[in-house]
């Protein structure tokens, strides 16, 4: 009876997903229409229609596209649904312009138009999907149970970042479920051999995490050696690659040159608000370990009064059980030196604006590691230190959208080692966005 609720269940969720998708591209179709005549009639060469269908196969392959993609078979979170759908417009995108291209439709179709429907889908289709997911998701009906194997703290983290991420539709359930999530890690090889063969039994959906669980499989290449009927799975620090340095530094400039004019306003005011807020420089200037452990002057707006020292050790005489919390998480609960505007600046990071200045010298990026103090770097291990310092560090990264304030030291050490050897492109794009989440609400992004 549970198989044959998931299966309509899942069906019925299938067929709400592609509708809700064409109703997008019908919308985006309509919205490009009108921007077409309404914006651009002085710029682009006269656009007219008749009748909205002769542009129906467009929208027919951009579906096929995303079906392609399997977005509507595999639940995955809001990004990777994302980088999906991106990913199938881009390919639509290309098979329109080269069908156009290659037959006699060259004039029949404005190739203007056109690209202004796939930028609006690329808008319209995951706001239509997070919006309607919100509203599938509170039924139960579309839920799916979810059975996480694990010992441990590791089951609850688990548990709890798979299920209260509602973009997925998760349920915990230990006994009646559709779906398993196996941390292996937990587990010895004769263990994990029989909880496989055990739910193996129960559900066809086993999902196991690797026991290397610092490393992301998704960019990983599986070599097959057939000859020996053994499996090699490459691995690389993909920010240590030269190619991938270069994409970077490309991406990070273009990104750098389009936000710097903004940055350049913003510093205006910032500065005329700390000068109002209380006596000393605009500029505070703090050496930081840069790449290859290299000691640079990392710059951040002033966000402390000038006697900050004076008046941290009389809060620390008065609040010794401060000086604990500070051992752990390198920060102070309550610091009495930050002044109020300072404490605006620090929770939506914009304290960090100057750092475009250490871009344009080179030392720092746009996305990566924080910039760790000099007295760190035997806090941060051996371990780590070879990896972390090895890059240059970020004015924003993974850490800082992660809910910093409530990671310790550790955690911190941890994330920018994953990220240094995950990295992607679109990992990169994703810590922007969600950055702008963090300036805008003043939140730690998940």
Partial sequence: MKTDKFNISHYILTILLISIDLAALYVSLDLAIYLRYSYFTEYLPEFILHDNSKYYWVILIALFMLILEKIYFVRHDFWGDLKRVLKGLSFAFLAVFTAISLTKMADEYSRSFIIIFFLT???????????????????????????????????????????????????????????????SKCFTTTELQTLIKKFSAKTKDIYVVPYMDHLDFSHATIMDYSNIRLSAIHIENRLLNSKNILVKYLFEKTVTFLIFPFALILHLFIALAIKFDSKGSVIFKQKRLGKDAKAFSCYKYRTMYTDNEEILSNYLHDNPEEINYYNTYHKYKNDPRVTKLGNILRKTSLD????????????????????????????????????????????????????????????????DSWYIQNWSLWADFVILIKTLKVVLFKVGAK
Avoid: C
């Avoid at 979810?146 to 998760?170: D, P, Q, S």
């Fill in 121 to 183: 889908a690329s808008l319209l289709i995951p706001l239509f999907k997070r919006i309607s997911k919100k509203i599938i998701f509170k039924s139960n009906f579309f839920k799916l149970k979810v059975h996480v194997v694990a010992k441990g703290e590791r089951k609850t983290i688990l548990a709890k970042e798979l299920l209260e991420n509602w973009y997925f539709g998760y349920q915990n359930s230990s006994n009646n479920y559709d779906m398993v999530i196996l941390y």
């Fill in 352 to 415: 960090e604006f100057p750092q475009f200045y250490n871009i344009l010298q080179g030392k720092m990026n746009l996305v990566g590691p924080r910039p760790y103090m000099i007295n760190e770097k035997d806090m941060i291990g051996k371990l780590h230190e070879d990896i972390i310092l090895k890059v240059k560090p970020g004015i924003t990264g993974l850490w800082q959208v992660s809910g910093r304030n409530n990671l310790s030291f550790a955690r911190r050490v941890e994330l």
